[in-house]
C-alpha cells in the first residue's frame, strides 16, 4: 500500500512538473514575424505609416500581442511628426484612458491639432465634446462650427447631427427647419440610412418642407431597405 502511495505521489508530481513547464512554455513570446521586425525597423526610422500600422496592430493584436501601452507609443510618435490620424488616436486613447492615464484636456489638444488638419474624426469628436460638455466648457456654437466643418467633409454622421441641432435647436443656436432640411438631405441624397429616415420625417411633419405622405413613405422605404428600424415602424404605421 505505502508503495503504491509512493508511486502515486511520484507520479502526481511528475506530471505537476511537466505542466509547469509546458505553461512556462506557452507563456513565452513568440519571435516576431519578419514583417513585424520589417516594421518596427521603418518606424525606429521615423516613418510614419509604419508607425500607425504598428499602432494598430498592437491596439487590436493584429500580428502581436494585444498592448495598448505598445499601441499608444507608436501613436505618439506619429502624432509629435504631425500626422492627423495618430493625433486623433492619442486624443481618443487619452480620453478614455486606454493605453495611457486618462487625460479629457490632452485628449483636447490632440484632437485640436488633428482637427485643424480637416481630419474629419477628430473634428467630430471636438463637436461631440463641446455639445455635451465632456471634457471642455458646453458651447452649442464651438460643437455646430465643428460638426460644419465634418459635414463639409462629406461626412454624413455630421450632416445628420447638423440637421438634429437645427431642428430641435442647441443653446444658443436656434432651430432653423430650412437648415435642418439642407443637412438632412444632403446625408440622404448620399444615401445616409439615417438622413433617409429623418427626411422623411420632416415630410411626414410638414416641418420646413410641405407635408407629404407620398415624400415621407419614399424616404423612409430607402431607409428601411438599409435597415433603419425607425424607418421600418414608421412606414408601417403610414402604410395602414
Same mark, same amino acid.
Given at each position: 500500500?505505502?508503495?503504491?502511495?509512493?508511486? /502515486? *505521489?511520484?507520479?502526481?508530481?511528475?506530471?505537476?512538473?511537466?505542466?509547469?513547464?509546458?505553461?512556462?512554455?506557452?507563456?513565452?513570446?513568440?519571435?516576431? /514575424?519578419?514583417?513585424?521586425? *520589417?516594421?518596427?525597423? @521603418?518606424?525606429?526610422?521615423?516613418?510614419?505609416?509604419?508607425?500607425? %500600422?504598428?499602432?494598430?496592430?498592437?491596439?487590436?493584436?493584429?500580428?502581436?500581442?494585444?498592448?495598448?501601452?505598445?499601441?499608444?507609443?507608436?501613436?505618439?510618435?506619429?502624432?509629435?511628426?504631425?500626422?492627423?490620424? =495618430?493625433?486623433?488616436? +492619442?486624443?481618443? +486613447?487619452?480620453?478614455?484612458?486606454?493605453?495611457?492615464?486618462?487625460?479629457?484636456?490632452?485628449? +483636447?489638444?490632440?484632437?485640436?491639432? *488633428?482637427? =485643424? @488638419?480637416?481630419?474629419?474624426? #477628430?473634428? +467630430?469628436?471636438? #463637436?461631440?465634446? !463641446?455639445?455635451?460638455?465632456?471634457?471642455? @466648457? %458646453?458651447?452649442?456654437?464651438?460643437?455646430?462650427?465643428?460638426?460644419?466643418?465634418?459635414?463639409? @467633409?462629406?461626412?454624413?454622421? *455630421?450632416?445628420? %447631427?447638423?440637421?438634429?441641432?437645427?431642428?430641435?435647436?442647441?443653446?444658443?443656436? $436656434?432651430?432653423?427647419?430650412?437648415?435642418?432640411?439642407?443637412?438632412?438631405?444632403?446625408?440622404?441624397?448620399?444615401?445616409?440610412?439615417?438622413?433617409?429616415?429623418?427626411?422623411?420625417?420632416?415630410?411626414? $411633419?410638414?416641418?420646413?418642407?410641405?407635408?407629404?405622405?407620398?415624400?415621407?413613405?419614399?424616404? !423612409?422605404?430607402?431607409?428601411?431597405?438599409?435597415?433603419?428600424?425607425?424607418?421600418?415602424? #414608421?412606414?408601417?404605421?403610414?402604410?395602414?
Amino acid at each position: 500500500m505505502r508503495r503504491l502511495l509512493a508511486a /502515486s *505521489a511520484a507520479l502526481l508530481l511528475t506530471a505537476s512538473v511537466v505542466f509547469a513547464a509546458g505553461e512556462e512554455q506557452a507563456e513565452k513570446p513568440k519571435p516576431l /514575424s519578419p514583417e513585424v521586425m *520589417a516594421l518596427k525597423q @521603418q518606424a525606429d526610422g521615423g516613418d510614419v505609416a509604419a508607425l500607425n %500600422k504598428l499602432g494598430n496592430m498592437y491596439s487590436i493584436g493584429n500580428g502581436v500581442p494585444r498592448n495598448l501601452t505598445e499601441a499608444a507609443k507608436y501613436f505618439k510618435v506619429a502624432a509629435e511628426k504631425g500626422d492627423s490620424e =495618430a493625433q486623433t488616436k +492619442m486624443g481618443m +486613447m487619452s480620453e478614455a484612458g486606454f493605453g495611457l492615464p486618462r487625460n479629457a484636456a490632452e485628449a +483636447m489638444t490632440w484632437y485640436n491639432k *488633428a482637427a =485643424a @488638419q480637416n481630419n474629419a474624426t #477628430a473634428q +467630430m469628436r471636438l #463637436a461631440t465634446a !463641446y455639445e455635451t460638455g465632456r471634457g471642455v @466648457q %458646453k458651447d452649442g456654437k464651438v460643437a455646430v462650427k465643428w460638426f460644419t466643418a465634418a459635414a463639409l @467633409q462629406k461626412d454624413h454622421r *455630421a450632416e445628420v %447631427k447638423l440637421g438634429d441641432i437645427y431642428r430641435d435647436g442647441l443653446d444658443p443656436v $436656434q432651430h432653423d427647419y430650412a437648415e435642418a432640411i439642407k443637412w438632412y438631405r444632403a446625408a440622404a441624397d448620399a444615401g445616409d440610412k439615417d438622413g433617409q429616415y429623418r427626411l422623411g420625417y420632416m415630410y411626414e $411633419q410638414g416641418m420646413g418642407v410641405p407635408a407629404s405622405s407620398e415624400e415621407a413613405i419614399a424616404w !423612409y422605404t430607402k431607409s428601411d431597405k438599409q435597415g433603419n428600424v425607425d424607418a421600418h415602424a #414608421a412606414l408601417r404605421l403610414l402604410q395602414r
